[in-house]
């Protein structure tokens, strides 16, 4: 990325996301021991963080190094939430690519004899994470992926009932994961923009570990931040 491009940070679950978007930049990179984080930091001014699995954690890590960064004087100008994930099907089938317009945490809130309530109902907090329009135009157009709400779970779906509950809440829903919330909940907390792109691996819906497609997920991952990184050096929030 060019001197003037913002300074980004790609907070995935697991070392294996990691490094499939470590794959896409194809210069030495180097590990940085943060207190609470340990990044990958690539050449190209990309830094990348395993950052745990699920919304706490990954809100943890990601805000541990959002402050480092703030307290070095080189503050992020971007947050990406990656990783592979499940697919609303018709909508998101295996191997697609998408990229979230609304990062929606689908299980926090209460449970009543009427259904589910947000936790927005409840008079606290949010729910959604709106990321910035021209980001999520730049980036589908970049890598041709899909665009519509990912959802974030503490549990992941197991059942074709659980998949059709949360399709009815979230008729928008494309995609299922269970980092970026957490992640867009430490970004906005610093006032850093954020993404999310999710590569599909598996249906949402009954577990069938058979028909998992990780492999060919994580090399659409890689291929996705191929084209993302050099289309990220055109945007700016401002």
Known sequence: MTTNSPRVLVATAVPAERDAVARAFPE?????RLPGALLRRTAAGCDLLAAGVGPALAAASTAAALTAAALAGTPYGLVVSAGIGGGFAPGAPLGSLVVADAITVADLGAE?????????ELGFGTVTHLPPPSLVRIASEATGALT???????????TAARAAELTAR????????????????????????????????????????????????????TEAFGKLAPALESWTSV
């Open 170 to 221: 979230h008729p928008g829903a494309l995609a299922e994961g269970m980092e970026g919330f957490g992640v867009a909940e430490a970004a906005t907390a610093h006032g850093v923009p954020v993404l999310e792109v999710r590569a599909v691996s598996n249906p949402v819906g009954p577990r069938d570990r058979a028909a998992w497609r990780v492999g060919d997920a994580l090399t659409a991952l």
């Open 148 to 158: 519509g709400t990912v959802l974030t779970v503490s549990t992941v779906t197991g």
């Open 112 to 120: 009543s004899a009427d259904g589910f309530l947000p936790v927005t």
């Open 28 to 32: 030495a990179a180097e590990d940085v």
